[in-house]
């Protein structure tokens, strides 16, 4: 959903947010829905399905999102629409360590004398019923560990903030 009418290539896309609003409806399967921009996790979240009979989606966490109030994530300007995507599932032993939850290994990669370098690695581990994977500074109760670059293990990792901050075994 785009409010400005931008698209990805091959993606069904709205313009607007009442279309948009009976597309999710008709969803059976799980779906993921995040802001186009960057929010930190904020207004992100999985829809599990469609309550027609209380105008609700069911969340992932056990939560509940009412039509009004998607309407004003949809609208939310700074946002600049929504993207939907099918909700990914951890490799088996990925969910052995982490849980089933979503999470992402990000590479950061910097170009040095002309060659593409891994500079760094970490993975953002989501825990409990966070649905998704954002640290946040570890205000929600997710995890960050360090992934050494060339061998891919796991050296070092964090959960909690400032004086609640631990590192835990990896």
């Given at each position: 959903?785009?409010?400005?009418?931008r698209q990805l290539a091959g993606a069904e896309a709205f313009n607007d947010a009442d279309s948009f609003i009976r597309y999710l409806q008709q969803i059976t399967s799980p779906v993921?829905?995040?802001p186009n921009c960057g929010t930190y996790g904020?207004?992100?979240f999985a829809i599990q399905g469609y309550e027609p009979d209380k105008e609700q989606w069911r969340l992932a966490d056990g939560n509940t999102l009412g039509r009004e109030r998607?309407?004003?994530i949809l609208t939310f300007?700074?946002?600049?629409?929504?993207l939907v995507q099918a909700v990914l599932q951890p490799h088996h032993a990925v969910r052995q360590v982490a849980g089933g939850a979503t999470s992402?290994?990000?590479l950061n990669i910097m170009r040095n004398s002309g060659?593409?370098?891994i500079f760094n690695a970490f993975w953002k581990i989501s825990t409990g019923a966070n649905m998704t994977d954002n640290f946040a500074g570890g205000r929600n109760g997710n995890l960050i560990a360090n992934v050494d670059t060339k061998t891919g293990e796991i050296t070092r990792v964090i959960g909690g903030i400032a004086e609640n901050y631990e590192e835990l075994e990896s």
């Amino acid at each position: 959903f785009s409010p400005t009418g931008r698209q990805l290539a091959g993606a069904e896309a709205f313009n607007d947010a009442d279309s948009f609003i009976r597309y999710l409806q008709q969803i059976t399967s799980p779906v993921f829905f995040k802001p186009n921009c960057g929010t930190y996790g904020r207004s992100a979240f999985a829809i599990q399905g469609y309550e027609p009979d209380k105008e609700q989606w069911r969340l992932a966490d056990g939560n509940t999102l009412g039509r009004e109030r998607l309407a004003q994530i949809l609208t939310f300007r700074p946002y600049r629409g929504v993207l939907v995507q099918a909700v990914l599932q951890p490799h088996h032993a990925v969910r052995q360590v982490a849980g089933g939850a979503t999470s992402c290994v990000r590479l950061n990669i910097m170009r040095n004398s002309g060659s593409p370098d891994i500079f760094n690695a970490f993975w953002k581990i989501s825990t409990g019923a966070n649905m998704t994977d954002n640290f946040a500074g570890g205000r929600n109760g997710n995890l960050i560990a360090n992934v050494d670059t060339k061998t891919g293990e796991i050296t070092r990792v964090i959960g909690g903030i400032a004086e609640n901050y631990e590192e835990l075994e990896s």
